[in-house]
């Protein structure tokens, strides 16, 4: 008998099971579950991009458009050979919750092309950028819809994407569209402190957990999936503070260092190489032993459906803090809470991102340009606040911090929709 294949996860189901759970805790009107249950628009876009050797090659992307109740969507755009519309969804959805849980003045969007950006060279990702935003036409803008950086993408693709919407705004209004993109470079826009914002945002609530445990993190230990832009700058961060990384993993395989790897060397040595392969100052391990190893904090900052039962039960640490969207299946996070080990949501632990975007959107709406002492004082009062208001709703409702999250989100919206009602 041939072997079936195995299931896809669900992660827009697994999101929706939150939102329910959420919905029912705080008693949500149906009709409100009802609306949030699917994106408002849901954009597919099939773009033509000439190679590098002359061929055309057809992309396809999405572009997911969930709620724009409280304001514009907001979120990012995710380069990935397994970009597609179950994911893309879910990720909105929990834009979403991010957005209305850090009292941001905007709605959840997500996007994404189905490519792998490491197989192309820096003329074809340019070209392929521009002819997706070139796709999107109006249905961004900066009262709109609102992209940002996410997998495989960062402030240099921004840029690309603000100056190809620039060119199609005509000539007097460009300057006032810098808003259309978050994330950009400073010099084109962006502002101090978002490239490190969501591992500081994560950071923040690290250390607000560590408050309330009477965890002192000096001389602690952590270890981190995924060492791009989230898990790199938690680590350099966290390092100052005493903590130490001792086993990191991304796309390229796993590495352990009892004494602790340098954040910042091998920060550098990923945007040279990629990958953190062939980083000569930690020993291969496999994926299995990888979350066998005993830390103190361990933080998924890669893809979701990282940490599933198996994984769940292998792990020997006090926390797990979740800067990746979605890093926990449900079977995973059962098994973590039923074991004591806490979990700091990713609605909550990774807002940093997108709560600094807000500030460069605001910047670019007031032209103004702030200090990074002023983005850093504003991200961390917003992070304290929005964490005080998720640990107080669980404590109240005896649930868990996602789903406080959700619950803390879903109250926001409702109390809009309560207000507004239905058209017409």
């Known amino acids: 008998m041939k072997a079936l294949p195995p299931l896809k996860y669900d992660f827009f189901g697994v999101v929706q099971g939150y939102l329910d759970a959420a919905a029912s805790v705080i008693k949500l009107p149906d009709y409100v579950r009802v609306i949030l249950s699917q994106p408002k628009n849901e954009l597919i876009v099939h773009f033509p991009v000439r190679m590098d050797s002359g061929e055309i090659r057809l992309f396809k992307g999405y572009r997911i458009q969930h709620s724009n109740v409280l304001g514009p969507y907001k979120g990012g755009i995710r380069y990935h050979e397994h970009v597609g519309l179950d994911d893309v969804k879910a990720l909105a959805a929990m834009m979403t919750w991010k957005c209305a849980l850090m009292n941001l003045p905007y709605g959840g969007g997500k996007g994404g092309v189905k490519f792998d950006p490491r197989g192309v060279s820096r003329a074809e990702l340019q070209r392929i950028t521009r002819r997706f935003f070139h796709a999107l036409g109006d249905n961004i803008g900066p009262d709109i819809d609102i992209p940002a950086p996410d997998v495989g993408t960062n402030a240099q693709t921004m840029a690309w994407a603000m100056d190809t919407y620039m060119n199609m705004s005509g000539g007097k209004g460009r300057q006032a569209v810098r808003g259309v993109v ?8 962006g502002t101090l402190g978002r490239e490190k914002a969501t591992g500081q945002g994560l950071v923040h609530c690290i250390t607000y957990w560590a408050e309330e445990k009477g965890f002192n993190l000096e001389g602690s230990t952590m270890t981190v999936q995924g060492f791009g832009n989230v898990g790199s700058h938690a680590s350099v961060i966290l390092a100052k503070m005493g903590v130490s990384t001792i086993a990191i993993g991304d796309h390229s395989g796993y590495l352990h260092n ?7 060397k091998l920060q550098e040595y990923v945007k040279k190489t990629g990958a953190i392969a062939g980083y000569p100052a930690g020993k291969p391990i496999s994926r299995e032993e990888f979350f066998k190893i005993k830390a103190d904090i361990f933080a998924p900052c890669a893809l979701e459906n990282q940490v599933g039962a198996d994984e769940a039960k292998a792990l020997q640490c006090r ?11 449900p079977e995973g996070e059962k098994v973590l809470l039923e074991r004591g080990i806490d979990i700091l949501p990713d609605v909550l632990a990774n807002a940093g991102g997108v709560t600094v975007s807000y500030f460069e959107w605001v910047q670019n709406k007031r032209s103004e340009s702030w200090t990074l002492e002023e983005v850093d004082e504003r991200l961390e009062r917003a992070m304290r606040r929005a ?27 409702a109390q809009v929709y309560t207000e507004r009602e239905i058209f017409p």
Request: hydrophobic fraction near 40%; aromatic fraction near 6%; glycine fraction near 12%.
């Open 258 to 264: 009892p004494e602790g790897f340098n954040p910042h």
């Open 182 to 189: 978050t994330g950009k470079p400073v010099a084109s826009g």
């Open 387 to 413: 964490y005080r208001e998720v640990v107080d709703m669980a404590r109240q409702k005896g649930v868990p911090l996602r789903v406080a999250a959700y619950a803390v989100a879903l109250q926001r919206i």
């Open 319 to 329: 926390v797990v803090a979740e800067g990746a969207n979605g890093p926990c299946s």
